[in-house]
Nanobody
Framework: QVQLVESGGGLVQAGGSLTLSCAASGRTFGSYTMGWFRQAPGKERQFVAAISRSGYSTYYADSVKGRFTISRANAKNTVYLQMNSLKPEDTAVYYC??????????????WGQGTQVTVSS
């Protein structure tokens, strides 16, 4: 069982930056692929980024490529999402998730409660 708690969301102006953090419980954090997803009102949950167990491999949605960076610190049981050059269309609830195998689909095994990111124009 893995429990995930996101933090770092908030209100930011377009062009600004935010860093989301996701703290995981348990001693097996390093055995999970970690991902970030987002869901805007009235829309389906959307993949944002994923990082492999070691952190060596990452993958991004086209909509955030070049602006967002996913990273992890296995010693701290934490995964991060650095978001730069934010746009109003990035406004959503952002979810951290853990999967036993590599995936960019929302079929992850564990989910956090989400953190709101609002980008004003």
């Amino acid at each position: 069982q893995v429990q995930l708690v996101e933090s770092g969301g908030g209100l930011v102006q377009a062009g600004g930056s935010l860093t989301l953090s996701c703290a995981a419980s348990g001693r097996t954090f390093g055995s999970y692929t970690m991902g970030w997803f987002r869901q805007a009102p009235g829309k389906e949950r959307q993949f944002v980024a994923a990082i492999s167990r070691s952190g060596y491999s990452t993958y991004y949605a086209d909509s955030v490529k070049g602006r967002f960076t996913i990273s992890r610190a296995n010693a701290k049981n934490t995964v991060y999402l650095q978001m730069n050059s934010l746009k109003p269309e990035d406004t959503a609830v952002y979810y951290c998730a853990a999967a036993r195998s590599w995936s960019v689909d929302p079929n992850y095994d564990y989910w956090g409660q989400g953190t709101q990111v609002t980008v004003s124009s």
